[in-house]
């Protein structure tokens, strides 16, 4: 397994069993779900804050 950081998350039963379903749904982990939403989010966040600096930079 490579090199990833290993922390404590505490997460809400309703957010556990979503995610659980989710996970079986797609064939991944809990483990593996998380790390993918997180990615999403992550692509998603930075594709807005790359075009919010486009938008300033062209005024």
């Known amino acids: 397994m490579a090199n990833k950081k290993r922390f404590l ?14 996970a079986e749904q797609n064939l991944r982990s809990v483990n593996g779900q998380i790390e993918f939403f997180l990615r999403q989010a ?3 966040r930075l594709k807005t804050r ?3 600096r486009d938008a300033d930079a062209s005024t």
Do not use: C, S
């Open 50 to 52: 790359d075009e919010e």
């Open 9 to 22: 998350l505490r997460l809400d039963p309703k957010v556990w069993a979503a995610l659980q379903a989710e």
């Open 42 to 44: 992550l692509r998603a």
